[in-house]
């Protein structure tokens, strides 16, 4: 037996969402998200999909990751988000920083200046986020500062929302506002970087944010990162399932896995399957989550272990050892699973997709 799940990644569904995107933001380019390694579908085969759809620029969070599109062969413009570390392997592999102080936008001068520079860069504005970017009184003048080097473009101007879920829409505004306020300032004095704030959830629900593109990572992988509103087309790039590996009969009154969380009520038919929080599937899933067996909804028995998982099929009429089992997919949602999990669809997305195997379709 394989370890792990497997991954099923409809390549044909993130096309799809990449137009839904489109359709959703009047043709405006989408930058590509694609950190933890597509958000664990797999950047390069993800990568190498979206390039020919005529994307604008991937994201990636580190170099390294940026390095590895590279070697895989992409050579789309990568837009590296948190990693200013190493100057000379953005010349040299030709990538996009994304930089925070005027002291990055000098090390990149510096360096671009050595070898073929310039080199583009986008520089990020924290505009209430609280991490990463330039956030002081004296932004306009930094800005202006950097403008003003040799060897670095200011290309793009970029910042992050903190809450757009319906309670924070009013500080996203104000969010949105300052940003806008800096780039009007900067556009009077010459300075007109291509404008970038939005993700997933400001995609969907603040059509203001759009600005001159949006950076999509969850909404491409086809969920929406709350549940209500108008989510568009977008369709689940992700399933995830596994077999049963062992049927178990046990009478009335038995307990399944660990601590003894479940006990069986009646004679009960319980299915092993060869998953387990090892493989992303979460602890907090235990006692809560369901899954698909020949299209029925089954309830998680127990707790979930490291390699194991157990769910009551009792009431699955002819079920049998070998049958799949549906954990994510065919209306088991990201969001769902999250809710279960007490945790988010992006979690989710991660942790079972980089715990799974991977098996791709077109
Ligand atoms: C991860 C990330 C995104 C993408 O966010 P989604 O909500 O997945 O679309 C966009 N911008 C930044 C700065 C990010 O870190």
Redesign the pocket.
Known sequence: MQRGPEAEIDLAALRGNLGAIRAITANRPVIA?V?ADA?GHGAAQVAKTLEPEGIPLL?V?FLSEAVELRESGISSPILV?FDTEDPALYLKYSLTPVIHSVRDAERFSKEALKRDGPIGVHLKLDTGMGRMGLNGADTVKEVLEMASLQGIRLSGLMS?FSDVSPGGLGYARTQLENFNSIKRTLSEKGIKPFCHMA???STLVMPESHLDGV?????LYGCP?FHGGDSGNLKPVMKVKSKISLLKRLGPGKAVSYDRTFVTKRDSLIAVVPVGYADGYHRALSNRAEALVRGARVPLAGRVCMDLTMFDVTAVPGVSEGDEVVLLGNGISHLELADWAGTNP?EIMTSLGSGARRRYTD
């Open positions: 998200v950190k958000y994201a969070a988000l992050h993700a997933s959830g950076r999509a990572g969850l909404i990162p992006y």
